[in-house]
């Protein structure tokens, strides 16, 4: 259920429709989002920015709130990136993760959530908190791109910063 919430929460940010399996169309929902927000029934809001520093929340550096394993090219247009998250202080699995990258001013801009869950054996604790997604180098605009992952806490709306950053090499 919360990773349905991080969806909605960023219905403005992110703009696939991947995460919508509904009868109505994506847009009605968007409008209808918007109108809720506008009107107070989300709690902390809805997110207006692609920019991850709006919702960064410094992690302790005592806890390890997951990896950003690998990102792998699969052909020229595609990657795939895996890993796992956690919250920590919760001791449950992120409500999702984020993915961003780094644009020619340094901003970390966000261009995807995964809510995806799989087995993890290697982390035994929180066997379901790996993830992974495939995206593609068209939705980035630069040809050497660093990648970070985050953590995305719902109850907060807050994202934390996954060990390990990845850099790939687009063909853009």
Same mark, same amino acid.
């Given at each position: 259920?919360?990773?349905? $919430? +991080?969806?909605?929460?960023? /219905?403005? *940010? /992110?703009?696939?429709?991947?995460?919508?399996?509904?009868?109505?169309?994506?847009?009605?929902?968007?409008?209808?989002?918007? !109108?809720? #927000? $506008?009107?107070?029934? &989300?709690?902390?809001? &809805?997110? @207006?920015? @692609?920019? !991850?520093?709006?919702? *960064?929340?410094?992690?302790?550096?005592?806890? *390890?709130?997951?990896?950003?394993?690998?990102?792998?090219?699969?052909?020229?247009?595609?990657?795939?990136?895996?890993?796992?998250? /956690?919250?920590?202080?919760?001791?449950? *699995? +992120? #409500?999702?993760?984020?993915?961003?990258?780094?644009?020619?001013?340094?901003? +970390?801009? %966000? =261009? @995807?959530?995964?809510?995806?869950?799989?087995?993890?054996?290697?982390v035994r604790e929180d066997l379901?908190?790996?993830?992974? $997604?495939? =995206?593609?180098?068209?939705? !980035?605009?630069?040809? %050497?791109?660093?990648?970070?992952?985050? #953590?995305? #806490?719902t109850d907060t709306d807050?994202?934390?910063?996954?060990?390990?950053? $990845?850099? !790939?090499?687009?063909?853009?």
């Amino acid at each position: 259920m919360l990773q349905s $919430k +991080a969806y909605l929460l960023m /219905i403005n *940010v /992110i703009h696939n429709n991947e995460c919508l399996v509904m009868k109505r169309s994506p847009e009605t929902l968007r409008k209808t989002a918007n !109108i809720l #927000d $506008k009107l107070g029934f &989300l709690q902390s809001g &809805l997110l @207006k920015s @692609k920019n !991850i520093q709006d919702i *960064v929340q410094q992690p302790k550096s005592y806890l *390890v709130y997951g990896y950003f394993n690998t990102a792998n090219q699969i052909d020229n247009q595609t990657y795939i990136a895996n890993g796992w998250a /956690i919250l920590p202080e919760k001791g449950e *699995v +992120a #409500d999702g993760v984020i993915l961003t990258y780094e644009n020619f001013l340094g901003d +970390a801009i %966000i =261009f @995807k959530l995964i809510n995806q869950r799989m087995p993890r054996p290697s982390v035994r604790e929180d066997l379901y908190s790996g993830w992974q $997604k495939y =995206f593609s180098v068209q939705e !980035i605009s630069q040809r %050497i791109v660093k990648l970070q992952g985050w #953590d995305f #806490d719902t109850d907060t709306d807050k994202a934390f910063l996954l060990n390990k950053t $990845k850099i !790939i090499f687009s063909s853009n």
